[in-house]
């Protein structure tokens, strides 16, 4: 059984896995968008393998986090409005 | 083809020979741009993109304050893709011997109606957060600025095209002759004088030049808008630049407008390669560290290397080669290529009406150099 | 910056099927063998979230085989340069760590190919693996309407996932006409594993409808993706979905392969008969050789894997299996050419480059692919042209260059500690 963690996801908590992604998480908090681009598009995730980069997000204070590689971990803080 | 020579034939449009075109057609010359890959394919697409006034001689400064005011007129009209950034620099000192430098350098540029600021440690901090404690202070120089060069590159062959300048892309010239230029194809582009603006291949077409290849690395993070403000370059940067000995490398960091930092800098002589070099890397990336310890954690998302055309007296090439008539150079710039390239223009073309120039062009003739070493 | 060493005979980069087979046959060869993957578990992405008791059958006995054997898995872990011969650096969670190898097997697999049509940058049109490996990785598709589009074999292998967690596929457009899926079933039809494989994807997709010679020339939504429009040679119409799963088929990931040396040709990694590359003691398996799907990759991976141990004969074992998956591999690339209309999608608006938002109104206007790189930094951006690469390559013949360090975006701390001291 995957171990249970909270992560926060813009300030929210939610309940994760160890085997979530932290992509997983921003979508189960109910945000779409990862990020804006450089013209200011919402974007979500594109390859879900981590070599299209539109899954950066803030992890932990780290900017461009690819959040489809990284797993949740009790207390990640997840930002998607950076 | 148009009918009868050409005034002149510009060989390279990097940032210099696009600028040169630009100005020849402003003066109503028929004029042609021979390309052999891209535009701004050399060191102008390899580089930073400072446009910085230096005072390390009285030629340097005079050449970069001429440019850099050039391009303060120009900064208006230049397309948004240039991303010209009046961000500023300022020369950081790690210690008091330094700073002493930093004094001297004020007075210089102050004399010479230069606005600069000499920041203590405190404002230094202001200016720049991220820059590490105990470092003594710095000299601010408000108008330099930072631009994003093979756009601008594009933007002077544009301009010149809209005059009637034609470009030749991609045509390698193999010989500099009496009539002209000959290319690779067996033409002749027929024109009265001849302009080698080709950077580190200039040596290729006019033998006796003597502009040697230095490798230069940078490497360029994800977007950290804000990280730092101003281009900051550490004093020591002149020492590397000066330096004849095989590599050097020193701290020099810029803001893109993008968010990106662009870190740099090294100097390396005799090496042919353009392959990424890992310890030169390594040194660099842990001088910038020296003075940022926040690059570290920054994403590093490229790494690349380029020439600059460097002269044994870091002065650039402008105006005639002696021996032959019809031939002008306008190469050599080293690393100020991007801040030059206006002042080069201007130089070059007063040269080719014969016309006096705003500032001395004795510095940056090639007659300057020693006989016995033309063809 | 913490900074560690290792050190292996044998090195496989890449713990998909290939990898995965080249490091267990690499171990009965008794030598030390490392796998370095960038995902916390083994399995690639075909194998993505398999166990050891898995259903997929090849996935359980494999992973059985790699966990009862003495390769040591190093992951997730990310190659990101080479410092020199013999040396490869690498990224963790416990910083960078220094990998030194006798021999090197690469086997970095594929990627989808994404081609760029109005509406592709919306929230949640992913790709098809895309989509997929989000599923995989936990996101409920229960209930949502899904729209599988693009071109090969992966399509149905995704819909059929996705409609076992519940999604409710809508659709799949495949571009490749019928007369090619028909002449591609029918060199599938000579193999025997191959016919299961295909009956057992039929019942999984009964009652979807399936279009051939059809294609997605738009999404539509205002920040997200609500609806699709379809087109074939003879209508277009609109299909409202929630998600969008839209990969054209697959591309070598070749780029740790031209950083050490690698010759390509025709785009992928040139190898002998014994997988190895130009580069003496680096081999290189699986889809970076050739897209050429499952068994090709593990056959490949046991040649490499066993050859890189000293055991060529042991190697030769399986030229016979490798050279029947090998036909496989070219009739996958007949079906599923990509036909003329996908190159007519974009509007000048439609943005192709994603990282920096190049749109394709100003790449068309560049001579070259240097110079859209320059001029408009078009592939500059983080993905390293891993997106923006394929589709430039297709709308304007634009070849892709070499590989320079980091090959993927690491921590300036960490490209500064991958020079050793000298």
């Given amino acids: ?82 | 083809m148009r009918a009868g020579a050409y005034d002149v034939v510009i060989i390279g449009s990097g940032i210099v020979g696009a600028a040169c075109a630009w100005a020849c057609a402003n003066e109503g010359l028929r004029v042609a741009v021979i390309e052999a890959d891209i535009i701004g394919g050399g060191a102008t697409g390899a580089g930073m993109g400072h446009l910085v006034v230096m005072d390390d001689s009285e030629a340097q400064f005079a050449l970069t304050r001429y440019s850099r005011s050039l391009w303060q007129q120009l900064a208006r009209e230049l397309p948004d893709d240039v991303e010209y950034e009046s961000c500023g620099t300022i020369w950081v000192a790690a210690d008091e011997e330094e700073m002493e430098a930093v004094r001297q350098k004020k007075e210089f540029y102050e004399t010479r109606g230069v606005h600069v600021e000499v920041l203590d440690a405190k404002a230094l901090r202001m200016a720049e957060p991220n820059l590490r404690e105990g470092l003594v202070g710095g000299l601010r120089v408000p108008g330099d600025a930072v631009i994003y060069a093979p756009c601008a590159a594009r933007f002077f062959i544009e301009r010149a095209q809209s005059r009637g300048v034609e470009l030749y892309l991609p045509r390698v010239v193999m010989e500099i002759t009496a009539e002209g230029v000959r290319l690779n194809d067996g033409t002749v582009i027929a024109a009265h004088r001849v302009v080698n603006a080709a950077g580190t291949w200039s040596p290729m077409l006019t033998p006796g030049i003597e502009v040697k290849k230095r490798k230069g690395h940078l490497v360029i993070t994800e977007r950290y808008a804000g990280f730092v403000k101003h281009q900051l370059v550490e004093l020591g940067y002149l020492k590397s630049a000066h330096s004849m000995t095989t590599e050097s490398v020193a701290f020099n960091v810029q803001p893109r407008r993008t968010g990106q930092m662009l870190i740099g800098s090294s100097r390396q002589f005799d090496v042919e390669g353009k392959e990424v070099d890992a310890n030169i890397l390594r040194r660099m990336l842990e001088r910038a560290a020296e003075f940022l310890p926040g690059v570290n954690r920054l994403s590093a998302i490229r790494s690349w290397t380029g020439f600059r055309a460097a002269t044994p007296d870091k002065l650039p090439l402008i105006g005639p080669w002696p021996g032959r008539e019809n031939l002008f150079l306008a190469t050599g710039h080293e690393g100020l290529g991007i801040t030059t390239s206006l002042g080069t223009a201007k130089l070059l073309v007063d040269q080719l009406l014969r016309r006096t120039s705003e500032i001395p062009t004795g510095p940056y003739l090639p007659s300057r150099v020693p006989e016995g070493v033309h063809a | 910056m913490n900074n560690s060493r290792r050190s292996f005979d044998v090195l496989v980069v890449g713990a998909g099927p290939a990898g995965i087979a080249a490091a267990c046959c690499a171990t009965q060869g008794g030598v030390r063998v490392g796998l370095v993957d960038n995902n916390a578990r083994p399995g690639g992405q075909i194998w993505r979230g398999e166990a050891q008791n898995s259903d997929v059958v090849d996935a359980a006995s494999w992973l059985r085989k790699l966990a009862s054997s003495r390769a040591e898995i190093l992951a997730p872990m990310e190659v990101f340069a080479q410092p020199e011969a013999g040396k490869l650096a690498t990224t963790s969670s416990d910083g960078v760590c220094e990998l030194s190898y006798k021999r090197l097997i690469l086997c970095t697999g594929a990627r989808e190919r994404f081609l760029p049509f109005p509406g592709w940058t919306l929230p949640n049109v992913m790709g098809a693996g895309g989509l997929q490996a989000v599923v995989k990785s936990g996101m409920d598709i229960a209930g949502k309407k899904v729209v599988v589009a693009g071109s090969g074999p992966l399509l149905l292998a995704v819909a059929a996932h996705l409609r076992a967690h519940g999604a409710d596929v809508r659709a799949i457009a495949e571009q490749a006409p019928w007369s090619r899926l028909i002449r591609f079933g029918m060199a599938l039809a000579s193999r025997g594993r191959k016919i299961s494989q295909a009956f057992q994807l039929k019942k999984q997709l009964s009652r979807i409808a399936f279009r051939a010679g059809c294609w997605v020339a738009a999404a539509e939504g205002n920040d997200k993706v609500e609806s699709v429009t379809l087109r074939t040679e003879r209508k277009t119409w609109k299909e409202r979905c929630d998600y969008l799963a839209c990969g054209f088929h697959l591309v070598p990931n070749t780029e740790l392969a031209s950083l050490v040396g690698c010759e390509l040709r025709a785009g992928f990694v040139r190898t002998d008969d014994f997988q190895e590359s130009s580069v003496s003691g680096i081999y290189c398996a699986g889809e970076p050789t050739g897209i050429g799907g499952l068994e090709l990759s593990i056959a490949e991976g046991q040649i490499a894997g066993f050859a890189a141990a000293g055991r060529r004969e042991k190697a030769q074992e399986y030229f016979g299996e490798r050279k029947s998956q090998r036909r496989f591999s070219t009739a996958l690339e007949r079906a599923f050419m990509l036909r003329d209309e996908l190159r007519a999608l974009s509007s000048a608006e439609t943005i192709v480059c994603r990282c920096e938002d190049v749109k394709f109104g100003r790449l068309r206007e560049q001579p070259s692919w240097r110079a859209a790189k320059l001029q408009t930094r078009c592939g500059m951006g983080p993905c390293q042209g891993r997106i923006c690469g394929p589709a430039v390559e297709f709308l304007f013949g634009w070849k892709a260059e070499s590989a320079r360090p980091p090959i993927f975006p690491v921590a300036v701390g960490s490209l500064a500690a991958t020079a050793c001291a000298k």
């Fill in chain 1, 1 to 82: 059984m995957p171990k249970a963690v909270s992560v926060t996801v813009n300030g929210a908590q939610v309940d994760a896995t160890e085997d979530m992604t932290a992509l997983v998480a921003i979508l189960l908090s109910g945000t779409t968008a990862l990020r804006r681009s450089v013209s200011g598009e919402p974007r979500g995730a594109l390859c879900g393998m981590g070599v299209c980069f539109e899954c950066g997000v803030t992890i932990n204070g780290e900017r461009h986090c690819r959040s489809c590689q990284i797993r949740c971990a009790q207390e990640m803080d997840i930002r998607t409005d950076e």
